[in-house]
C-alpha cells in the first residue's frame, strides 16, 4: 500500500514515514524544506502542497492513502503565509485526494483545537466546539484547517477520512511546541496557576497516526499518550527551573529578559488545562502508549 | 507546590493513601490531583477542623464508603465554610476516607492560588460534562444547589434555603448517582454576615464582599452540626421536562430542610442523637 505524507520533512513527519516504512508501506512525501539523510526507500518531491508540482505527485503516483502534516504550528511563524499554507494547504490536499482515488486520509491535528478557560472540563471529548478560536487568535487557522478538514467527512465520505487531535508531542528530537517553551534552563509560569498539560511521546504519536491509518478510522478522534501532569512538574522534571511570574508582568516581559516569545493568547494555555478524552480512538484500535510520563520527559531531558 | 509551608502528618498521610484514587509516577491522578500537595494540605487543615472548629457530625455511615453519589446540601453563610467542613467530615472522620469533588463557581477558578490549590485538590468549576464525567468514574460529588446565593445568605437567615438550581438531580438521574442529603448548621454564627458589596465583589471579580459583626472576613471558633441523611434514589434519565425534576428536586429540598431543622434543635439542646431521623 503506498502512502503519501505531506510535510514529510517535519518532526512528526519523518517519524511517521520511518514507521510507516517499518510497517511495510510503501512511503513518498512532500516537503517545502529538504530531509536530509532520508531512507532511499522514501521517494520524496521538494514541493509546495499547494502547488501544481504537488498535484503531480498525486497524479502520477497515485498513492492510496495520504496523510496531511503540512501545516504551519509554529506560533512565532505569523506571516499571513502560515494561514494560507494551513488553509489553502488543507484544501489542495483534500482535492488532490478526491480527484487522485485517494481511498484513504488522515488529517493531523492538534489538541489545542478546544481551547483553555477557567470553566472548561477538564476532559474534552471530540463533539466540543473549538473555544480557542476567539480567545487565541494566533491559533484560528489551525482551528479552521481541522474543521475544514472534518468536513471532507460528509463532503466526500468515498474517502475514509481520520481527523486526530494529537496532545503536545516531546522527545529526544527537542521539536515542537512543548519542547520549545521547555528550551532555556529557565521556564516562566504564570504564579498561582498550573495547568494540566496533556502530552505523548513523539514516537508514540507517530505510531498513533499509523495506527490511525491501519485501523481505517472514520470520524474525528482524541489522540493521547499517559495521563497529564502540571506544568511545573514537567519544568521540574525536564531538568528546567520554574519562575513563576505574574500575569500581568508575563504579558510585559515574553519575547524580552530571556523569556521565550508567547502570544498573549497562549497565556490561557498556561493556565487552565487542555487535556482530552481520547477513549474513541483507544476503543476503535486498542492503541497504548509505549512511553509513560516519566520516560516521555526524560527522553527530552537526555537527548542532545 | 506547599512543599515549603505545610508539613506532612503520619496520619494524614495514611489517609491519603487509603483513598480511592490512582497516582501516576508523578503521584498525579488522571484528574490533575497531587498526592504530595493533598497530604500537606488536609495536614494543615485538619487542625482547623478538629480544634478551631468542632464539627459535630451524624449520620456518616449515610454516605456509600464507595462508588458514585451527590452530596447535596444548604450552604450556611458567607463564605463556604460548609463545603470544607463536609470535606473535612469525609476526608478525616468518614472510614474509609474519601474526597469529595465540589462544583465550585467558575470565578475561584481565575484567581492566582486559588486556580492551582483547586485544581490540585480535585475541586473542579461547576460543569455538567465535568460532574458526569467524576461521577462516572465512581467518584464523590459536592454540590451545593443554591450556588452562590445561598452563601450570600445574611446570618439571620443561615438556616434558610433559597432556590435551588435542578442541574444536580439531572446529573444524578443521568447516571443513576444516589442523592445524599446534608444539612449544614451554625455557619451563620462562625461568620455573622450583616451585608453583602456586590460593587465592589464586581470591581473586584466576585459576586460579592461579605462584611460580618466585626468587618473582617474571619470566622470565630464555632461548632457546627453536620447530619448526613439517608441516600435517596430517583428514576429517571436526565431528560425529563422541568416541572419533572423541579418536584424530585423539592423532595430533596424538604429532606434537607428537615435535616436543617434537627440540626438547630440539637444545636439550641432540644433535641439529643438519639431522637435524630436521618
Known sequence: MKVLVTGISGMLGRLTALKLLQHGYEVIGIDRRPWAGAPEAIELFQADIRKRTAEDVFRTHRPDAAIHMATVTHLVHQSPDRMRVNLYGTRAFIHHCNNYGVKQ???????????????????????????????????????????????????????????????????????????????????????????????????????????????????????????????????????????????????????????????????????????????????????????????????????? | MLDNLLTIDPEIAARIEALDLEFNKFGIDPYGIDKNDLTRFVSAFAWIYRYYFKVDVYGLDNVPSQGRAVLVGNHSGGVAIDAAMVMGSMLLDAEPPRLPHAMIDKFIHQFPGASKFMSRTGQFSGNPDQAIRLLRAERLLLVFPEGARGTAKLARDADSLVGFGTGFMRLALETKSPIMPFGFVGGGDALPTIANLKRLGRLLGVPYVPITKWILLVPKPTRFQLLYGKPMYFEGTGHERDEVVAAMVDQVKERIRDLIRQGRQLREKEISEEDLEL
Not at chain 1, 472514520?218 to 528546567?240: K, Q
Request: proline fraction near 8%.
Open chain 1, 105 to 304: 486520509a488522515v488529517f493531523a491535528g492538534r489538541h489545542t483545537f478546544y481551547g483553555a478557560a477557567a470553566d472548561s472540563p477538564l476532559y474534552h471529548t471530540e463533539d466540543e466546539p473549538p473555544m480557542s478560536a476567539h480567545t487565541f487568535p494566533e491559533l484560528a487557522d489551525l482551528v479552521a484547517a481541522d474543521l475544514y478538514a472534518a468536513s471532507s467527512l460528509w463532503r466526500y465520505p468515498e474517502i475514509t477520512t481520520s481527523v486526530l487531535r494529537i496532545v503536545y508531542t516531546l522527545g529526544p528530537s527537542k521539536h515542537g511546541t512543548l519542547a520549545s517553551f521547555l528550551r532555556g534552563p529557565t521556564v516562566p509560569l504564570i504564579m498561582g496557576f498550573d495547568p494540566l498539560f496533556h502530552f505523548i511521546h513523539e514516537d508514540d504519536a507517530a505510531e498513533a497516526i499509523v495506527t490511525a491509518l491501519a485501523h481505517k478510522l472514520h470520524g474525528i478522534f482524541n489522540v493521547s499518550g499517559p495521563s497529564p501532569v502540571p506544568l511545573s512538574t514537567i519544568v521540574r522534571a525536564a531538568g528546567r527551573r520554574p519562575l513563576a511570574v505574574p500575569a500581568t508582568l508575563f504579558k510585559l516581559g515574553v519575547g524580552r529578559l530571556g523569556l521565550p516569545y508567547i502570544p498573549s493568547g497562549a497565556i490561557d494555555h498556561l493556565k487552565y488545562p487542555i487535556v482530552v478524552d481520547s477513549d474513541a480512538f483507544r476503543r476503535a484500535t486498542r492503541y497504548t502508549y509505549a512511553y509513560d510520563e516519566r520516560e516521555t520527559i526524560n527522553s527530552f531531558r537526555t537527548a542532545h
